[in-house]
């Protein structure tokens, strides 16, 4: 009712919301206009005064206004309320003698009459002015005050509509529906019982009210039933058993008054008024007054029952589920623990709301106990079953009655009770296909049409005390289709409540397949709901409540017979009701006194269509006191009004001005005064009105408001809305009377088939939803044409896309239905049905041709829709044409225009591909052609005239290609195959004046040429090809496919690279396997995923039709029931390069491949847990198997095997340690110990000899004890186990003593020596550098190489960033720079070269990286474990020896310009150069060199040595074990001296004792004396630095840390001597031995033998040499030291 800006077609206030008001209906009557300054926009009658809203929002008042103080006898003119200046009101409202007003911001205001309470204000008998009235939610804390939409007045009452859509009253009477035992309600209340509803509508009667309610969707709130009445604790429901059904009557009559008990009141529940009978035809559910007030045993406390929710509505089936968890459902909106009396104070419920969880077991235990009741059947009791309209249930049901019902449900729409004789068979007859329910056939069809002659005349001959039977409704028998067929009547009683339970459960799936808000999920919200349902409370005695009786209610009950009708808007007249359906039908009920319901029923206590001719569509009523006015489309666009009810004769009104409703008398007397109509009339002067936008009744008198017609916008607008409603009509009969019964024949899946039926079922809903959505649009455009008449609240605007979509679906399952023959195979079935004579068909369709085809007529009703598309179009310009063209409604009704009629071309075509394909599949049929027949394809061309051949056929082939939009057919003579057009590529082929127009089509297993007739055929072909591919492509293959359409801007080429998915079906490797990835030109390229059909997966790369690059692979390994994994690099289809296989066998093997082949360097872990697997093998493969040099680690045995392999044995010289401290040296053969080999156990034993296999001696040897002793001789057996020998026996004597050394010597000469160890990993890194073999090969190019596997590994990173950290990523961002050189390599190129190796070296993307990472791994492999014997040191510091060399020879390959080992740099300047880098000096101070010696060692130990430190170290500290421990043992004893002794002891000379020593924790400066008992102070620092030795790792920083040392002790010497000072060796050496035992280094043995191995070979003549001899000679004199 907001004012709307004008539409630009107006050019004054004259011109909009004329009021024109006249009384009764006779030809002389003419309408008066009342003349006000501005456009009225919306009226409200009272019995005797009217209030007027004009635009602006200013209020009128005229009539007979005795409230006012100063009475002016009836004012002809309308007055302003000016109370209500500054306010703007948005709604009025008039009851009998009161008036209301609603403002924009939702606040309410009451004037008139108060003397029943209706103003809400206590105290006052009337209310002069417009007063402010609040609505006070007293649930929230702290109160809120809640916002109004809209009021309605009676007599009595008001009710006011609130934004949360409840509804609230106040005044008097049991109309308002509240529990109030005290009148008048002064204060606005909640009605409880329609809480948690979404309410649309209210309006009162003069003691009734109405509401128009949205059903409930299956997302709404359920609450648990009752099914005992509170107060008498009678059952609701009884049950009566006739011969072939059973009958449940909810008429329970609770024989206590109104009176409540303290504890009930405050809980609300409502009370039922005495008298209360129900029919027993009336539907189930109980009548509200008495529902809640059952008292279940189950609930022991009141307050505790599950009903006592302030709204027992649910769907019983949540209650009922949610019941079955033990849980009670609460509603959001529960107030119920805090209810308000009548005076408004609020009580307070004493205990929970919700049941113990005892109750609820009691109850579930009763529910399921109670399998006789479970079998009771219900008339009407259907109704409350059916969710499927979302939420029919109106009203509660118990959950007994719930699980009855679904059970009834089985048996049919309604079991017919007594009084409704609907025999079985008929209800049979509404059976429906068994798929239909599920697939979305019928099923979205909207809410029945009623008005099929049948119903009509049912209704009208129904007895009055008997609810109308109208059939039933779509939905309802499609949500029941599911369960039809579940039991007959008779056979009920024996179900068990279990199966009644599970009979239950489909019913809300059925939901899903009608369309709850709209066509479309989005519509939901934006379109009005059809979904409504009507409810009525307060007076009956006129039948106003259409319950079907002329009973009270005291509380808002669901009217059933109006469920499905698809009520839109509802009003009251003072004893008379009426509901308006978006089908532009009116129902009444109520008093028919003067005739004010428009039909003969006197009165009507159910609904009843007023008679109206045919063709004439209501869209707005309204009720006075005893006339109806009805405002309805007619056959020109202007609308027409219709009257029925009392004649009023001039001069009469006032000899009847007594208090309306004075009974039955008062009305006889009147109706002889007056007369009135049976029937509605037409009033003759409705089109002198203009364009009326609404009417208005109340009282005795009419009013309407009507438009001037300007620039044709209103009657545009106008003809769109009655263009729609008319629209609307139209489908709802087309569906009921063709589609429907159509789908209900019995032989129609026999006539269709299976497939088509599906088609058909699918349209079917498709209909629907496109029915169901121009509802919603017929009601939201009426809706727009009574308030607010503009451009801006067209949804067909800003909505289009709801519109088009729901088009372009239906069109798209019409043509597939179309496509398979489906109206040819309808026409048997709809002949049967319609008879020989398609009169009805014909009409519905508007065929105009002569004697149609009943396939012709059945394929022109299906695409009636399309038609009303060029209908919007049409509409929508004809708007535009209404405003400026600069204007933006002009922009916006353009473009939505342009939009449909582009969709009317494009479904124009889609008919025309649809029927092309039809007569195809016709005139060719065949085994074939049916086999390529699918619904969704569609023919684009086919060379039956011979206009396409192919190259090269035979004399006598046959060759036919056809092109559909997804697929190009080549059909030879008895086979044909077919292409996919998403793997189809096809390309002219040039023409050199060969005269051939060739086309060359490459798919992804053939390539074929096919030869065009013309140049002309060839550019339609091409074209034809290309465009169905690009659209097969984008997926718009089903929908937008075009038969030569396009115009030639369109882009010939579909893209040559693109993802598709495909089957291979030819014989090979590929053989139906289907990739799914990247293509080009036919073969896959790109990422991509194949699957074959025996379980394996490829997923990554392809290149050229094969699997390249990166990529995963899956293979079921069939025996053991799991899958190998590889995961790696790929070439050629071939697994090839890095990658990791794990096989089913739980085998890992991680390492290179080649040709599909473990070939290179690898490693095979296998056992169960990978983890700590049994064994592991790491080496060198040769076409999948262990050849080369090998270290195999055997867990189980505690073995470890370092050697040679071949074909997987050990064959060739190798290694074994065991855990148990043997070693083996010497000659494998076929996996054993063979041939001459030296053995050593644990305690130097040692056996040098022959053997013939492990562990087993065989032939010729010595046996060395560890003592020397040696046996010479024959032996065989086992080690370990006796040996049998025969031979000599020598002791040797002194002269002999080296025997022993020579043997350990020898170590180390039969296995294999350092340089032929992991040449695969070598080999590897030379070829990652693109060489051939080790420098063999370009060095420009090996950078190349670099800089490709780092940036194609930085690109793989970035994908996935979590791998690396950021340091790692500045790494790899600082390596892309080359290290550029021209000329000879200077000190500072030297030290570029060395920081770029060490950052190289630091990740494994780098060639140089990887191999030192994998270098460190086989290391660690190799010497940690069983590995760590001490007797492997040598060939562990030879190993490393080895790795220095070969690196240096490819950093020397990638630097060419760095001298050879032991090569010199020039210094740039001679100073010492040790300061600046101290590790690799390679001269003493005295004479610097000018230069710099390059050595491996100095370049690359600082890099290896710290990965390898540990194994090394463990190994050398396992070697000097004894040794270590002889000095350690002498290092404790000595160093229990203290200072002064120990110095006295070492001979140290008396000068270079130190008197004092400066002490850390006194003031700086300080000395603290040395006394002989002070230990650990002198030479402090020197020690300090010695004992950092440790924390080193290379050699050259473990010389500078003794260098530092030396340093340390000439300075302190140098202060006591005060004097520069040369040491002589024999004064140095007793210090520095002093300093290394007071550095107590505990493996120093270790650490002398390490740097004396691994120091650089240029070191040891220079300084660095002699300060390490000393060390070392300190060492030894440790160990020997002997204390006297």
Known sequence: METQRKSSGDDGGGERGLLHTWKGYSCSVTPERLLLPRPVLQVALGARHGVLLVEGGQVYSFGELPWKQSQVPEPAKPTLESALSGQRVVAVAAGSFHSGAVTEDGGIHMWGDNG??????????????????????????????????????????????SVQREVWAWGSGCQLGLNASVFPVWKPQKVEHLVGRCVLQVACGASHSLALVRCLGPQDIHRPPVDKCRQCNQLLYTMTDKEDHVIISDSHYCPLGVELTEDEGMLEAPAPTPGLKTSPSEPVLPSHTSTTNSDSPAAPSKSADPSSGPSPTQDSEKGESALANGVLPSSDSDPAAQTKDGSGAVSVVKSSLYPDEQAVKDYLKKLSDNTQTDAKMTAGGLHSLLPSAGGLTSTPSSTLNHLVASCASAVGERV???????????????????????????????????????????????????????????????????????????????VSPRLLRKAGRPRMRAVALTPLGGAVPEAQEVLPTLQTEVWSWGHGEHGQLGHGDNLARLQPLCIKSLNNKEVVRVAAGAHHSLAVTAQSQVFSWGSNSSGQLGHMESPSTVPRLAKLSDGIRVWDVSAGERHTLLLADGDCIQPIIYYSGQQVKEGEEESQAKEPGQGEGGEEEEERAGGYTPQPVLLPFCMNLGYVSSVFAGGRRCVALSDRNVMGFIASLHELAAAERKFYCKLCNVKTQIIRPLLELESLSSALGQVTLGLLQTLAGRFSLLCHLTGQHAASLTANLRRGRDVKSLLILDHAGIFLDSYNEYCSSLGNFQVMAGFQALTKPSLDFFGKSPELLQRLSECSEENPTMADLLVALFYLPTRHLHEYGRLLLKLATCFEVCSNDYQKLQDSCSKFEALTLKLKRKRKEAEYTFHFWKSFPGKMTDSLRKPH???????????????????????????????????????????????????????????????????????????ASSAMEKTKWLRSINQAVDQALSGAGQDSTSVGSGSSGQKLEPPTSRTASYTFYKDGRLKEATYEGRWLNGKPNGRGVLKWPDGRIYTGEFKNGLEDGFGEFVAPNKTLNKNDHYQGQWKDGKMHGLGTYRYASGEVYDGSFQDGMRHGHGMLRSGKLNTSSPSVFIGQWLQDKKTGYGVFDDITKGEKYMGMWQDHLRQGTGVVVTQFGLYYEGAFKDNKMMGTGILLSEDDTTYEGEFSDDWTLNGKGVLTMANGDYLEGSFGGEWGTGLKVTGSYFKPHLFDTDK?????????????????????????????????????????????????????????????????????????????????????????????????????????????????ETLVAVYRMTYVGVGANRRLLPQAVNEIKSYLNR?????????????????????????????????????????????????????????????????????????????????????????????????????????????????????????????SSTKDACFASAVETL????????????????????????????????????????????????????????????????????????????????MFTTLKACYYQIQHEKIT
């Open 1447 to 1571: 690196i240096f020879q490819i950093v020397r390959f990638l630097f060419p310009d760095l001298p050879e080992e032991g090569g010199l740099i020039p210094e740039p300047t001679a100073n010492a150069e040790d300061k600046k880098e101290p590790d690799a000096t390679d001269a003493p101070l005295e004479s610097p060199k000018p230069g710099r010696v390059v050595s491996s060692s100095a370049l690359l130990l600082p890099v290896l040595l710290p990965r390898l430190y540990p194994p090394l170290f463990t190994l050398y500290a396992l070697d000097k074990e004894r040794e270590d421990d002889v000095y350690w043992e002498c290092v404790l004893r000595l160093n229990k001296q203290p200072d002064l002794a120990l110095l006295a002891f070492l001979g140290v000379q008396q000068k270079f004792w130190p008197v004092n020593v400066p002490v850390s924790v006194p003031a700086a400066g300080e000395k603290q004396q040395v006394l």
């Open 1587 to 1666: 004992q950092q030795i440790s924390t080193t790792f290379t050699p050259s920083d473990k010389l500078q840390v003794i260098q530092l040392t030396f340093e340390e002790i000439t300075q302190e010497v140098q202060s006591l001597l005060k004097q520069d000072f040369l040491w002589s060796m024999d004064d140095l050496f007793p210090v520095f031995l002093y300093v290394v035992l007071r550095a107590r280094i505990r493996n120093l043995g270790s650490e002398v033998s390490l740097i004396e191995d691994l120091m650089d070979p240029c070191v040891q003549h220079g300084e660095h040499g002699i």
């Open 937 to 1011: 394809r569609r023919l684009i061309c086919e060379s039956s005239n011979k206009a396409l051949t192919l190259q090269n056929a035979g004399r006598f082939s046959v060759n036919w290609f056809i092109l559909f939009n997804d697929a190009l057919v080549h059909a030879q003579f008895s086979t044909h195959h077919v292409f996919p057009l998403a793997t189809l590529w096809v390309e002219p082929i040039p023409e050199e004046n060969t005269g051939i127009h060739g086309l060359k089509v490459i798919t992804p297993e053939e390539t074929f040429t096919l030869l």
């Open 416 to 494: 017919a009770s007594t009084y409704e004789a609907l025999s079985l068979k008929k209800m049979m007859n509404f059976y429906l296909p068994s798929g239909v329910s599920r697939s979305g056939g019928l099923a979205g069809t909207v809410p029945g049409v009623g008005d099929n002659t049948t119903e009509r005349v049912r209704q009208e001959d129904s007895m009055q005390g008997k609810k109308s039977s109208s059939t039933g409704d779509i939905r309802e028998e499609e949500a029941e289709g599911l369960r039809r067929r579940l039991s007959l009547p008779g056979l009920l009683s024996q």
């Open 116 to 161: 029943a309470g209706q103003c809400g204000l206590s105290g006052l008998s009337t209310v002069p002015n417009p007063t402010p009235v609040a609505l006070v939610d007293s649930d929230t804390s702290p109160p809120q005050t809640l916002p109004v939409l809209e009021l309605a007045c009676g007599e009595k009452h008001t009710l006011a509509l």
């Open 1300 to 1412: 022993d050394k020579t043997h350990t010597v020898k170590l180390g000469r039969l296995c294999v020596c350092a340089e032929d160890k992991w040449q695969a990993v070598f080999e590897e890194c030379w070829s990652q550098l693109g060489c051939e073999s080790s420098g063999q090969g370009e060095n420009w190019k090996a950078w190349e190489n670099i800089a490709v596997a780092l940036t194609t590994s930085r690109r793989q990173i970035q994908d996935s960033p979590e791998i690396l950290s950021r340091s790692h990523s500045r790494t790899l961002e600082s390596l892309e720079v080359i290290p550029q050189h021209v000329g000879p390599i200077t000190m500072e190129r030297y030290h570029t070269i060395r920081l770029y190796l060490i950052k190289a070296c630091d990740t494994p993307l780098h060639p140089l990286g990887r191999l030192v």
